[in-house]
């Protein structure tokens, strides 16, 4: 219940102005692929010889530096951590298998 003195509005309706532009609907963004793909990150510090080598690399390849470091990592825990190369050869047989 309401007192007299309280005066009961109707709800406020937004109204266009006309000097306002028409508002179009936009495309949701879609996710970069890599992100689904790769969904972990790891950030490091590297030497400055390191990083001149990876653009070298880069521009010779045609690849990305994340492409470059990304099979570089993938390299070395294949050749050092076997349970890493074991799942490897697996997921490689599987998606083989698949076609």
């Not at 000097?19 to 992100?35: E, Q, W």
């Not at 047989?93 to 076609?99: I, L, V």
Request: glycine share 2%.
């Amino acid at each position: 219940m309401t007192s007299p003195d309280v005066a009961l509005s109707e709800p406020a309706v937004a109204q266009a102005s006309p000097a306002s532009p028409a508002v179009t609907p936009t495309k949701a963004k879609k996710r970069h692929s890599s992100i689904i793909r790769y969904p972990d990150q790891i950030h490091s510090r590297i030497d400055p010889d390191l990083t001149a080598s990876i653009r070298r690399l880069c521009t010779v390849t045609n690849k990305m530096e994340s492409e470059l470091v990304r099979e570089a990592l993938g390299l070395y825990c294949r050749t050092n951590d076997p349970i890493f190369a074991q799942r490897q050869q697996q997921k490689w047989q599987q998606c083989a298998e698949q076609g």
